[in-house]
T-cell receptor
């Protein structure tokens, strides 16, 4: 059974800091790994999708890496801004059954 | 990217009534749709997997008679919460998946907030 863990559970940083969010998963038989952002009371916003054959994806100040063999992914946020404050979720769909399992998320607060 | 819509975006109902939530893939056909539930400050929990034209597959602990799922077409899945109670109050999110050229991707709807009084 796939389990997805995100560390840290919460993070508070001053504006401008570079930061790393971690995601680990127990079953490496995945199609891809996706990072989402969720603002309070809102739905999911897809940030980055890394296919299982890829090592990383970049979008603006965001960079996500994937090490499938070790079951790990990191989301790197450069030069953090108060607008980055949100909960960040990683999710992995398994190749068997296509079920997507979510981590519990990292709640990020960037102080101005 | 592909768009998935949900309707309604929020609903308030009295205890004992039934509520139907629609999930539509607007610009693509989805053979598989998923329903998730999210309680406050918690992550998304998969409730069921819905395939067009067949019965939904429910996750362990999810009552299939309480959460009725219908996937009648390749673009529409519905979740009906029957005889809703306050403990059913939650944020319900659907997603639709497509596979193209060996690439698999899920697209998520904006969610429906259900409040049962």
């Amino acid at each position: 059974k796939q389990e997805v863990t995100q560390i840290p559970a919460a993070l508070s940083v001053p504006e401008g800091e570079n930061l790393v969010l971690n995601c680990s998963f127990t079953d490496s038989a995945i199609y891809n790994l996706q990072w989402f952002r969720q603002d309070p009371g809102k739905g999911l916003t897809s940030l980055l999708l890394i296919q299982s054959s890829q090592r990383e994806q970049t979008s603006g100040r965001l960079n996500a890496s994937l090490d499938k063999s070790s079951g790990r992914s990191t989301l790197y946020i450069a030069a953090s801004q108060p607008g980055d404050s949100a909960t960040y979720l990683c999710a992995v769909p398994n190749t068997g059954g296509f079920k997507t399992i979510f981590g519990a998320g990292t709640r990020l607060f960037v102080k101005a | 990217g592909a768009v998935v819509s949900q309707h309604p975006s929020w609903v308030i109902c009295k205890s004992g009534t039934s509520v139907k939530i629609e999930c539509r893939s607007l610009d693509f056909q989805a053979t598989t749709m998923f329903w998730y539930r999210q309680f406050p400050k918690q992550s998304l929990m998969l409730m069921a997997t819905s395939n067009e034209g067949s019965k939904a597959t429910y996750e362990q602990g999810v009552e299939k008679d309480k959460f009725l799922i219908n996937h009648a077409s390749l673009t529409l899945s519905t979740l009906t919460v029957t005889s809703a109670h306050p403990e059913d109050s939650s944020f319900y999110i659907c997603s639709a998946s497509i596979t193209s050229g060996g690439v698999y991707e899920q697209f998520f709807g904006p969610g429906t907030r259900l409040t049962v009084l």
